[in-house]
């Protein structure tokens, strides 16, 4: 991959501004743009202030505009173009998925809950409480029920 400069970035920038369509970029562009973020901030001069700044702007504005891109591809229902840069793809996949009604709705479980608790951390791992007695909550995660159910804590209604 081709260093990354603010000029680099600037004409990637004016591509993108000049069609309509998503430009093809490397699957880990964003995280090498990040890596050389980082390395201009370790090596940060007063002279290498204003670089850096013009890095970011530019790594912004472009990022912004390709953003916008995938949204209108999605709106389109058109696919990607391949190389794309992860987290792009990432963004168009997870809308797409909302959009299209997708996402796994877990069914819920009510539960009165027949003592006052904290938070507790399950064996799992994941918090639950603060609950109070008489409480009604709604839980997703199965393994949560039941410990809840387990321990006494809580009756399904």
Same mark, same amino acid.
């Given at each position: ?15 993108? #501004? ?8 490397? =699957? +880990?562009?964003?995280?090498a743009a990040e890596k050389e973020e980082k390395r201009l901030e370790l090596n940060s001069t ?16 472009? #990022?912004?505009?390709r953003i916008q891109k995938v949204l209108i591809y999605l709106a389109y229902n058109k696919q ?15 809308v797409k998925e909302l959009i299209s009604g997708e996402s796994k709705v877990k069914p819920s479980? #009510? =539960?009165?809950?027949?003592? +006052? =608790?904290?938070? =507790? ?30 321990? #006494? ?5």
């Amino acid at each position: 991959m081709e260093e990354l400069t603010p000029e680099v970035l600037f004409e990637k920038l004016q591509a993108e #501004k000049k069609t309509g369509e998503l430009l093809t970029l490397p =699957i +880990d562009f964003y995280q090498a743009a990040e890596k050389e973020e980082k390395r201009l901030e370790l090596n940060s001069t007063f002279e290498n202030k204003h670089y850096l700044e013009n890095f970011k702007k530019l790594l912004n504005q472009l #990022k912004e505009r390709r953003i916008q891109k995938v949204l209108i591809y999605l709106a389109y229902n058109k696919q990607l173009p391949q190389p794309i840069p992860k987290e792009e793809e990432d963004i168009y996949n997870k809308v797409k998925e909302l959009i299209s009604g997708e996402s796994k709705v877990k069914p819920s479980t #009510k =539960i009165k809950i027949n003592i +006052d =608790i904290p938070e =507790i951390i399950t064996p799992k791992g994941s918090k639950i409480g603060p609950f109070s007695k008489g409480q009604i909550v709604e839980m997703e995660d199965n393994s949560e029920v039941e410990f809840i159910l387990q321990n #006494k804590i809580g009756e399904i209604i």
